[in-house]
């Protein structure tokens, strides 16, 4: 919902109901992934997309029908051989998406949960979405489904059930967990038994929820204010990070000359990033583009051994080369020179520092995503793939703990 926040925080602020849908669930070759959102308010406005126009229409429908009903639905979406005019993913994946409707001030973990997106605090949204009742049910565990928690580092807003002694056990472990989710930035599915226990997702009697965590924007720390920093920045802020240039030379390290980066700073690069351990993390990606050694070797010396997410180098073979022998003598192992990308950049032939920026960039996608930077043609492995889902819980196929969602040409 991060990309219509602003849209929804209007809705709700005039009091105007909507229905959101989620991308719940991916597998196979799917448009978006888990989290992707369509909204569409009372009057029929949609802001939003779930899977770049393959289901749209039939996921717009549905946020009307759940404005109609008042209810939340589960709903599958897959691909018919079969029935080529059915409503389905012409890629051949399947998504699962969660719709449901809201109403402004009738549900705290909702109110609260869009107020913090809107407003950028770090927030964990976890609903539930399937249980032994199905969406919609009333009394016992699937009388769960479309709850709503807002869950922060030190705080948590809405509730499971107005009876909460009968889920106690339930919101505390998701409470646990959501928030180990929101630290590590995670998105993804949750499967739990009523006394908060991890279950298989095909057992009888559990709760699904989808907990959606919301931080601040990866940051890319570019170093080196040169012509290439620039079209690197820009490409960066295409991706979505938050960018921050950085030079010792104050005569270089300009806002003028970086307008689109987020900040501009004057330091020496060791002592920059020395200074920046507490806002870096395994999202956080390092460009060193100022192929000088006086910069670099104090710079990538402390950088290799800090759990970020990439740390890539500009340079020639003769240049990697001297680099890592410098690094060597200052004791990095082999296993930390390895994690260097240096030269930077995949091998696109690229001359301007757009081109360059390009190769940087796909790069970087490559290794968070697990792409083998082969042609698409070259093979005919899936087309969408992401390391990161493979270690969230139950996030590959439909939810579980109750029946299966209802199906579109699956």
Excluded at 8 to 31: D, K, M, N, Y
Excluded at 109 to 129: E, F, N, Q
Excluded at 134 to 142: I, L, Q, S, V
């Amino acid at each position: 919902m991060q990309d219509i926040a602003e849209q929804l925080r209007a809705w709700h602020a005039s009091g105007r109901s909507f229905a959101v849908a989620t991308v719940v669930g991916v597998s196979g070759s799917a448009p978006r992934d888990p989290g992707a959102a369509l909204a569409v308010d009372a009057d029929g406005e949609a802001v939003g997309s779930v899977s770049g126009g393959c289901v749209e229409g039939a996921v717009y429908e549905l946020c009307r029908a759940a404005l109609a009903s008042g209810e939340p639905v589960l709903e599958r979406f897959g691909y018919s051989d079969e029935d080529a005019f059915a409503v389905g993913l012409t890629c051949g994946g399947v998504l699962d998406v969660f719709v449901q409707p809201v109403v402004p001030g009738a549900d705290a973990g909702l109110d609260t949960g869009i107020a913090h997106i809107a407003a950028g605090t770090p927030v964990a949204l976890v609903r539930v979405i399937a249980g032994p009742g199905g969406a919609g049910g009333t009394g016992g565990p699937g009388g769960l489904v479309g709850a709503t928690l807002a869950v922060t580092a030190d705080g948590v807003a809405g509730a499971l059930s107005p009876t909460p002694s009968t889920v106690g056990a339930l919101e505390r472990a998701i409470v646990v967990r959501a928030r180990a989710m929101l630290e590590a930035g995670r998105t993804g599915r949750l499967v739990l038994g009523l006394d908060g226990r991890p279950c298989d997702e095909h057992r009888r009697g559990t709760v699904t929820c989808f907990v959606e965590s919301y931080v601040p924007a990866p940051r890319m720390l570019v170093f080196g204010a040169i012509d290439f920093a620039a079209a690197v920045v820009r490409i960066g802020k295409f991706l979505g990070y938050h960018v921050t240039v950085c030079d010792a030379r104050p005569v270089f390290a300009t806002a003028r000359r970086f307008p689109a980066a987020d900040e501009v700073v004057v330091d020496w690069p060791h002592r920059y990033l020395d200074s920046q351990l507490g806002r870096i993390d395994g999202r956080t990606v390092l460009c060193v583009l100022t192929h000088d050694a006086k910069f670099d070797i104090p710079l990538l010396e402390r950088a290799l051994r800090l759990p970020v997410g990439y740390v890539g180098a500009m340079g020639s073979r003769r240049t990697h080369r001297e680099r890592a022998a410098r690094l060597r003598e200052a004791g990095l192992t082999e296993a930390e020179l390895a994690r260097l990308r240096s030269p930077i950049g995949l091998d696109l032939g690229s001359r301007t520092p757009e081109e360059t920026a390009v190769s940087v960039a796909a790069e970087i996608v490559a290794h968070r995503r697990g792409g083998s930077c082969l042609p698409l043609s070259a093979s005919d492995g899936p087309i969408h793939h992401d390391l990161s889902r493979t270690g969230t819980e139950g996030d590959e196929g439909g939810a579980a703990g109750g029946p299966t969602p209802r199906t579109h040409a699956a």
